[in-house]
């Protein structure tokens, strides 16, 4: 579905920005300034020649204490070669950051447009959105670079699966779902980095943290001496598909190792995830950098390795080409005179940063005669942009529940709302983490009090709400009110990195004030949960007093204008769940150090995400309501499908029957379906569908997997046609115990929505298929 834009009303920044970019603002050339007579003519500044030509013949000059300074985020300058110094570690998560070093704000960049976080965009399940957002972003950030305040390398998306619903950087990542985490993945990176010819970036992107890191501290252990011991199916079904899709459709120019160990291996020092997968199996055309000090980190605090020499010759041979922190800069020179590196694997590491550097025009010369060089602050924080930010919002609220209805309310009849509770009137915490500055913000108080007059009562000093002290304002102003809007739920004081969760439970007195603010609300009561991660928030499910239940993420800079525009029917909902919201009670029989994702009856282990888990919950993964009706009906459909298999290998195994993906002639193997959707209902609305398989009996697949998805705009009492096309060997296939993906034939079960649809998936031998 297509972004709308229209012009939001400008905050005090855009009057800051609404000024001449004037040239003499712009930043000096990083290297190759036309005006340095010593590079002049030398190769590595000739952009005509071939990128990896100018590398090697910049690697030729460089000396082998100048090669060790450029191991390391902080890259030091090599002035005889006009070469500045230059900080890799930059963050684009949902809008140019400055947690990393690589940025900061000020001056004529006051602030940069705040999207909503991960969780909540990816939420809209709408892969243009996406896209359109890293677009945004990276128009910012090369405004930014071209003054001066700002890297061209950015360590964003977090792609890591939501796996457990406790951990503290689930709001990063874009869900529990693998295929979802891909798609999202190589549609952001797509809009950041710029999908140029030649090969040229806009931005470099970097999908992180490769991988099983999804632990940052819990019940005594953390991230930096967490083993995560997954199987090879669980690895190749679940946590290396966002990864693969990243670098294989996505292109990323990086990839990030993460702290933890894998199977006893730390991530940033195993040959067979980093040389052997991300740059043999995928070909990853960019650089591997470590998470920050993970190179110090697996010496000193796993002790992996007996010296530092050791850890930095591990993590170089493994593929590493680049560590944030000062590790290998100090101890790879040791290294190298211990015999266990040599200057060549050094030059293998540079060549594949230096080659990215190159791809984003930083030995271009003069940034300002660029294809980007015209960006200025005038590109940042537009009235665009911060639609664009207000429409993310829209897309990814959610409406869990809607009793009665009551929801949307009136401002003919709802004139008087009590808004309450400790997230009613925030700002920072809109944008959650990893975040910069905003160009300003929207509170949900603001965004209300555009409907109508506003009675307002917190509740609670924070979301701790540590103490009753304040209920009696709120239980007041609920009394007086034509309708009352609990905003209520969690910040980073409870979720963040370095910290996961104990309980799913909201936090203090926040559950005792949303029961006894709903039993004495005049009229209808409409529960708002701002989180990262799922709420148990069953009371409130159960509960006749709640009218509706809403959950906005972190909704970004706009939230609260987002809010009010759902809460008053101004946009219809159309959000889902990207993860499961499961009962308090799940947390006692799953320890969050437990990697496996499938369920175990022997055990009783009851299994992780939708795709395993039966038990339950709740709100299911895909859940989310509208103001309208959405009616699914199968317009057409195969019944039989055939694959053709490779004649020359024994394609199937006898006891599950089914054939290898490397044995089928995978290329263009798609199955075309054609949906009618209908919107029976009175308002206009996008709907998200969701198209789920079950697997034949008797494989190792999931219960159900989504297999496609997305996002349609259809008006009121009209039909809209909506073809699918299903990939046969990537999403109908299933892991086996060996980590080998696989066709099963027979019968898959389709399900859109209440339609169900049954394929028969049968095989063909071709005879000898030439490779």
Not at 291 to 307: E, I, K, L, M, P
Not at 491 to 502: G, M, N, P, T, W
Not at 604 to 610: A, I, Q, S, V
Request: charge should be neutral; hydrophobic fraction near 40%; glycine fraction near 10%.
């Amino acid at each position: 579905m297509a972004v709308t834009t229209t012009i939001l009303h400008c905050s005090l920044i855009i009057f800051l920005l609404a000024v001449s970019w004037p040239a003499g603002n712009a930043r000096p050339p990083f290297a190759c300034d036309p005006r340095n007579a010593a590079v002049k003519g030398l190769p590595f500044c000739n952009v005509h020649l071939p990128v990896a030509e100018r590398v090697r013949d910049l690697l030729g000059r460089l000396t082998f204490k100048e090669k060790l300074g450029l191991l390391v985020d902080k890259a030091t300058a090599v002035p005889r070669l006009g070469m500045d110094e230059y900080e890799w570690w930059s963050e684009a998560l949902h809008g140019v950051s400055n947690v990393g070093p690589g940025t900061r704000f000020g001056g004529e960049f006051p602030g940069a447009t705040a999207f909503p976080q991960v969780i909540t965009t990816a939420a809209s399940f709408n892969t243009s959105l996406w896209e359109e957002i890293g677009r945004v972003v990276s128009d910012e950030a090369r405004a930014m670079y071209n003054g001066g305040v700002a890297g061209l390398t950015y360590w964003s998306p977090n792609i890591n699966i939501f796996r457990d619903p406790r951990w503290g950087r689930g709001q990063e990542t874009p869900g529990e779902d693998p295929i979802v985490a891909g798609e999202y993945a190589s549609r952001y990176v797509r809009g950041l980095q710029g999908n140029l010819p030649g090969d040229r970036l806009k931005v470099a992107a970097c999908c992180k943290h490769y991988t099983a890191y999804d632990l940052d501290n819990w019940s005594g252990t953390d991230r930096f001496h967490f083993n995560a011991k997954v199987s090879k199916q669980e690895m190749v079904d679940t946590f290396e598909v966002p990864f693969r899709q990243c670098v294989m459709q996505g292109k990323v120019a990086s990839v990030m190792c993460s702290y933890n160990q894998v199977n006893g291996v730390p991530t940033c020092a195993d040959p067979r995830l980093l040389r052997d997968t991300i740059r043999g199996a995928w070909r990853l055309n960019g650089y591997i950098v470590s998470d920050c000090d993970s190179v110090g980190v697996f010496y000193d605090n796993q002790h992996y390795t007996a010296t530092p020499e050791e850890a930095a010759a591990d993590a170089i041979k493994a593929g590493l080409d680049l560590d944030c922190g000062p590790f290998l800069a100090v101890h790879t020179q040791g290294a190298v005179d211990r015999g266990l590196l040599r200057e060549t694997d050094i030059d293998s590491a540079l060549f594949n940063t230096l080659t990215v550097q190159m791809r984003l025009g930083m030995f271009d010369g003069e940034p300002s005669s660029q294809i980007f060089g015209h960006l200025g602050p005038r590109e940042v924080c537009t009235p665009a942009n911060q639609e664009l930010a207000l429409e993310a919002a829209r897309q990814g609220i959610v409406l869990l529940k809607n009793h009665g209805p009551s929801l949307p309310l009136s401002p003919k009849r709802h004139r008087t709302v009590a808004v309450i509770g400790p997230n009613s009137d925030v700002t920072v915490t809109m944008i959650g983490n990893y975040a910069g500055i905003a160009c300003g913000y929207t509170t949900p108080l603001q965004g209300i009090s555009r409907y109508a007059k506003t009675i307002h009562g917190p509740g609670c000093q924070n979301v701790q709400c540590k103490n009753a002290h304040l209920f009696g304002d709120a239980i007041r102003a609920a009394r007086q009110a034509d309708a009352t809007v609990l905003v209520m739920g969690l910040d980073q004081s409870i979720e963040a990195e370095f910290k996961d969760r104990d309980g799913l439970l909201l936090p203090g007195y926040q559950q005792e004030l949303v029961s006894k603010v709903a039993a004495a609300s005049k009229g209808p009561t409409i529960l708002v949960l701002m989180s990262g991660g799922p709420v148990d928030v069953s009371f409130a499910e159960h509960d006749p007093h709640v009218g509706a239940i809403v959950w906005v993420g972190y909704p970004g800079q706009a939230g609260g204008a987002a809010i009010a525009d759902v809460l008053f029917g101004t946009h219809n909902p159309g959000g889902k769940l990207p993860m499961t919201w499961y009962n308090q009670d799940y947390l006692t029989k799953v320890p969050m150090t437990t990697m496996d994702m499938r369920s175990n009856q022997v055990t009783g282990y009851p299994g992780r995400t939708y795709r395993f888990y039966k038990g339950p919950v709740v709100y299911p993964f895909g859940h989310g309501l509208s103001y309208s009706n959405f009616i699914h009906t199968l317009a057409s459909a195969p019944a039989m499908f055939t694959v053709p298999v490779d004649g020359r290998h024994k394609n199937t195994t006898a006891a599950t029957n089914a054939v290898r993906v490397t044995h089928a002639k995978c290329g263009g193997l798609s199955i075309g379906l054609q949906i009618n959707v209908k919107n029976v209902g009175s308002k206009d609305g996008s709907h998200t569908m969701l198209v789920y398989s079950t697997p034949p009996v008797g494989h190792w697949g999931p219960h159900k997997q989504l297999v496609a998805f997305a996002k349609v705009h259809v008006p009121a009492r009209t039909q809209l046609r909506v073809p699918i096309n299903i990939h046969l060997c990537k999403f109908l296939s299933v892991v086996d115990k060996s980590g080998i993906r696989r066709i099963p034939m027979g019968q898959h079960s389709l399900h859109i929505g209440d339609v169900k649809h049954l394929l028969s998936i049968q095989s063909t031998p071709l005879g000898v298929i030439k490779s």
